[in-house]
C-alpha cells in the first residue's frame, strides 16, 4: 500500500497528538475536529479502507472497536459516535483504514 499521513504518523515522521498506542493500533486526535472530541482509531497493518480488510483481520477489526470504546471511555465520553467512511464517494480522504470517534455534542441522524 502506498505510503499515507497515516503511515508517516505511524513511523513519527509527521507530528500527531497520539492518545493510545498498542501493537496493533494507535488513536489520536483529529487535526480538524468536528466535535469537542474528535479522535482517530487507525490499524498499525496498511490497510486502505474497511472494504480491503479480510478475513484474517477479523480480530483486528474488533479490536479497533475496543479502543475506539476504551479510549472514548478514557475521554471521558458516555455517548459518542463512531464513523468510518469507506471511498472517496463516502468522503473518505486518507486511504489508511480510521474509524473516526467523536463525542461533546448531540448528534442528528441521519448524517449528512
Ligand atoms: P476521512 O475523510 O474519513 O478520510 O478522514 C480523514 C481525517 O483525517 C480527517 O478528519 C482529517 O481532519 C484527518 N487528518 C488529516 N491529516 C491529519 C493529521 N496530520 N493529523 C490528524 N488528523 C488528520
Given at each position: 500500500m502506498a505510503e499515507t499521513l497515516f503511515s508517516k504518523i505511524i513511523d513519527r515522521e509527521i507530528p500527531a497528538d497520539i492518545i493510545f498506542e498498542d501493537d496493533q493500533c494507535l488513536a489520536f486526535r483529529d487535526i480538524?475536529?468536528?466535535?469537542p472530541t474528535h479522535f482517530l482509531v487507525i490499524p498499525?497493518?496498511?490497510?486502505?479502507?474497511?472494504?480491503?480488510?479480510?478475513?484474517?483481520?477479523q480480530a483486528l477489526l474488533g479490536h479497533l472497536l475496543l479502543v475506539a470504546s476504551r479510549v472514548a471511555e478514557q475521554e471521558g465520553l458516555a455517548d459518542f459516535r463512531l464513523n468510518v467512511n469507506n471511498g472517496a464517494g463516502a468522503s473518505?480522504?486518507?486511504f489508511h483504514l480510521h474509524v473516526h470517534v467523536l463525542g461533546g455534542r448531540p448528534f442528528s441522524w441521519p448524517p449528512g
Open positions: 480538524n475536529p468536528q466535535a498499525k497493518k496498511p490497510i486502505a479502507k474497511l472494504s480491503d480488510a479480510e478475513e484474517a483481520d473518505q480522504t486518507v
